[in-house]
Nanobody, 124 residues
Framework: VQLQASGGGLVQTGGSLRLSCAHSGWPFRSGAVAWFRQAPGKEREFVSAIKWNRYTYYADSVKGRFTISRDSAKNTVHLQMNNLTPEDTAVYYC???????????????????WGQGTLVTVSS
């Protein structure tokens, strides 16, 4: 399984970015793909996840601003991020696992496969 994250960049407060996670070697018929982020000096935290059946989950800090979706034809999961603030600045990682259960979706160690990370910087 390989994951390739892309779409990060520099944006001003209130702006938008769309991250993409292209996955290969995995049919995504079970488990979930998730986004985590890690800001400098902070622990990695859950952002959002989408299960194989398209059920979606969000951290409270991004609910209403971020939208996760999947493009099955392109084996890609997107994270649309709107109304960004400097607190959203972090390296964003996508992660995947075919066996993650719902109660463990928000836990980083539940995922065996990780992309390389993409940097999102929001200027004030």
């Amino acid at each position: 399984v390989q994951l390739q994250a892309s779409g990060g960049g520099l944006v001003q407060t209130g702006g938008s970015l769309r991250l993409s996670c292209a996955h290969s070697g995995w049919p995504f018929r079970s488990g979930a793909v998730a986004w985590f982020r890690q800001a400098p000096g902070k622990e990695r935290e859950f952002v959002s996840a989408i299960k194989w059946n398209r059920y979606t989950y969000y951290a409270d800090s991004v609910k209403g601003r971020f939208t996760i979706s999947r493009d099955s034809a392109k084996n890609t999961v997107h994270l649309q991020m709107n109304n960004l603030t400097p607190e959203d600045t972090a390296v964003y990682y996508c992660a995947a696992d075919g066996g993650v259960i719902q109660s463990a979706l928000r836990v980083s160690r539940s995922y065996d496969y990780w992309g390389q990370g993409t940097l999102v910087t929001v200027s004030s």
